[in-house]
């Protein structure tokens, strides 16, 4: 079945430091890709997405490429910010049908000044 | 728009008391779901709906039950409830597509966080 596989957290930076949370995927179709922010005591927010592969999304700073030949969606960032710190899920949902969102278990990231 | 809410967004219960969880969204979507979120797993799909008066299973649907008879509204039933019920619940919804494809973003409510004794 189709799944999403993330870097376990925590991810513990110092301000200004470079940020990637390794995402990678399996679907049976040609799946759209997100990036999801959970702020503490929040709902998600949609971050970034790509549609199709080869597309960046970005958001924020952030960004993500769509990379079919290696099926991955790693999440970056050049220089974080302590307001950062949130868990972040990497998702995919097939284009068809009610759109179910698969999501991967969650990274941590704790920025710190 | 207030977008997605939920109410309540604290709840205890103890094993075997019932609840509902009401979803409310002011967008006019169509489709609606319900996910839990448990420490390491991510979120994982109990019910959805897509539409007024339609409601189906996600993966996790057992021990929980959804109406849908407004389409602003979807509520998420629990009979009986149980310990491992204990969890984050989050409603999203979105509009739905022209052709039935393509992609439109799901909006997540604020999440109830309950426990079950």
């Known amino acids: 079945g189709d799944s999403v596989t993330q870097m376990e957290g925590p991810v513990t930076l110092s301000e200004e430091a470079f940020l990637t949370i390794n995402c990678t995927y399996t679907?049976?179709?040609?799946?759209?890709l997100f990036w999801y922010v959970q702020y503490p005591g929040e709902g998600l927010q949609l971050l970034l997405k790509a549609t199709k592969a080869d597309d960046k999304g970005s958001n924020k700073g952030f960004e993500a490429t769509y990379r079919k030949e290696t099926t991955s969606f790693h999440l970056e960032k050049g220089s974080v910010q302590v307001s950062d710190s949130a868990v972040y899920f990497c998702?995919?949902?097939?284009?068809?049908?009610?759109?179910?969102?698969?999501f991967g278990t969650g990274t941590r990231l704790l920025v710190s000044p | 728009n207030a977008g997605v809410t939920q109410t309540p967004k604290f709840r205890v219960l103890k094993t075997g008391q019932s609840m509902t969880l009401l979803c409310a969204q002011d967008m006019n979507h169509e489709y609606m779901y319900w996910y839990r979120q448990d420490p390491g797993m991510g979120l994982r799909l109990i019910h959805y709906s897509v539409g007024e008066g339609t409601t189906a299973k996600g993966e996790v649907p057992d021990g929980y039950n959804v109406s849908r008879l407004k389409k602003q509204n979807f509520l998420l039933g629990l009979e009986s409830a149980a310990p491992s019920q204990t969890s984050v619940y989050f409603c999203?919804?979105?509009?739905?597509?022209?052709?039935?494809?393509?992609?439109?973003?799901?909006?997540f409510g604020p999440g109830t966080r309950l426990t079950v004794l």
């Open positions: 998702a995919l949902t097939l284009n068809t049908g009610f759109q179910k969102l698969v």
């Open positions: 679907a049976t179709g040609y799946p759209s």
């Open positions: 999203a919804s979105r509009q739905g597509l022209a052709g039935g494809r393509g992609y439109n973003e799901q909006f």
